[in-house]
């Protein structure tokens, strides 16, 4: 499913007497089956655009297409029922672990795939796969979700989402809080969902998962798109021009070139990628 | 969500602003008997109707108040409205002389019809006094105002200041609770809830997977809240001073004075019944006049707005 923004602004507070824009005339794509990274700095609007792609909000002005469905500020082009939208593109919110609710871990996951008209025992079966897949045993169906830990409590939201079976999962900050191992797990588990045809929008502020996963980068400064493109062309030009830290990987790699050393910039996508690199190097070189 | 707003302080720099909050409490008390007192006919009473609603008026421009969040407060209450005119108009009242007009077999009696104007009236008068101080008064400074009220209580051990923080917190908590709302409500619509079609167990369903989360997210707050105060040394019995002091300025005694003789003068009227002899159009005219006058600063704020889009 492909995204598209077309000339979208956005205004908070139009009935109230505090009007601000935030988005400015953005006009962008995010491409089907893409990894695509949203980053920016803290307010440059990066949660109101994730929000316009499943008709939470409707632009003030300019129209977003996906796929068939049309979120557009014009009432006559806009898709009357935007409720099946919501099922094609899954949105999984910021602190999602505070949306639980449901007695057990399993209905909750269920809850979303019962709202799309899929029968119980169905749902619970699909709750159950999505539940594994994000790394929450057997033993924790049963349980309340509120018995859970803030981050397996993440885990069960960001499954409730995938139990819809989206073909878009949009993510907003999903690795903040977590320990490096579970953003870890948690990033391989959305590699794996994008390699199974899954659209991937990851906001994040994290620039070492973006070099790492993203196949498409968005930046966003004060409303407007700044750059869209690949990740290494990001970080190759000059980053200060977007005042975004500079990845890790990055960082050696310049330091090495600097020291005569060569690198495919397209193999290495983590520092451990790079440490292999290196040692493959030295012992051609010898 | 926007209706829950309506009232909410708005940072203006008036004269109404700037008094005392504590005069502004007393004075809202003052006003609210001036609306409340009663007269023998009900000339008088749609007179001083008038005459308060011109009041109100004047407080409202100069307290810089949008005319448009006044008149929002009427269209909530059309509910109140068609319930008491209804039953009102279906309850004979004693006095009752002339019938206005009939349907059918029932008699629709002035008397009726003016009764529930009467209350309409008083409903809105308040209203929009209560939304004056609110938006022109800190919540805050109200809560100041309100721990200095019960200073007397004190002596019997009441707790005031304690009283005082709770109000002042739970202010404090309302617009941020209205966030969470905001934000469970697109997280479960992105689960695809519906609130506002569907079966009423549906319906019923998608407020459930509101109010849980909401619930533990207040208590986790709440409790956040409480060791943060406690970390920073917060004792309830402690003597504390404020940041602002309240003062009490020449501007608030005039202000005082101003609100007691309104209401002193319509004791006064009640008590003597004091009556103008006039034809029953005058009254109406007043009070035609003084709607006309809201709706056109209503309609001149929202034009306003539009102009500076």
Known sequence: MKLKFNHVDFFYGTKAPYLFQALNDIDCEIKEKSFTCIVGHTGCGKSTLIQQLNGLLIPSKGSVFAGDFVVSSNKKERTKKLKPLRQKVGIVFQFSEYQLFEN????????????????????????????????????????????????????????????????????????????????????????????????????????????????????????????????????????DEYSLETPLVTKLIQGLENKGYKFDLQKIAFIDDLVDEIVKQRRTSK | MSNITLGRYVPRDTFIHSLDPRVKIISLILLMVAIFISYSTWEM????????????????????????????????????????????????????????????????????????????????????????LTTSTKPLDLTYALEWFMKPLKVIKFPTHEIAMTISIALRFIPTLLNEVERIMKAQTSRGVDFKHGKISSRFKAIISLIIPLFIASFQRAEELADSMEARGYDPKAKRTTYHKLRFSVNDLFVFILCGAFMAATIVFSVMNFTIKTPLFVPWLVIGCCLVLFYLFGLGAANARRYKK
């Not at chain 1, 579970?182 to 502020?205: R, S, Y």
């Not at chain 1, 498409?216 to 980053?239: A, C, T, W």
């Not at chain 2, 206005?100 to 019809?113: P, Q």
């Open chain 2, 45 to 132: 009473t749609f007179i001083m109707a008038g005459i308060l609603g011109l009041f109100i008026f004047l407080l409202a421009l100069i307290s810089n108040t949008s005319f448009r969040l006044l008149f929002k407060s009427l269209r909530a209450m059309w509910f109140l409205i068609i319930f008491l005119l209804l039953i009102n108009i279906l309850i004979k009242p004693n006095n009752a002389e002339i019938i206005a007009f009939s349907i059918g077999s029932l008699d629709i009696y002035w008397e009726s019809i003016f009764q529930s104007l009467k209350i309409i009236i008083r409903l809105f008068l308040m209203v929009s006094l209560t939304m004056i």
């Open chain 1, 104 to 239: 057990t871990v399993e209905e909750d996951v269920a809850f979303g795939p019962m709202n799309f008209g899929v029968k119980k025992e169905e749902a619970l079966k699909i709750a159950h796969e999505s539940l594994l897949k994000v790394g929450i045993g057997e033993s924790f169906f049963k349980k309340s979700p509120f018995d859970l830990s803030g981050g397996e409590r993440r885990r069960v939201a960001i499954a409730g989402i995938m139990a819809m079976q989206p073909e878009v999962i949009v993510l907003d900050e999903p690795t903040v809080g977590l320990d490096p191992r579970g953003v870890k797990e948690m990033m391989l588990l959305f590699k794996q969902l994008h390699e199974q045809g899954t659209t991937v929008v990851l906001v994040t502020h994290d620039m070492n998962l973006v070099y790492g996963y993203a196949s498409d980068v968005i930046v966003m400064d004060h409303g407007k798109v700044v750059y869209q493109g690949g990740p290494h062309e990001l970080f190759n030009r000059s980053v």
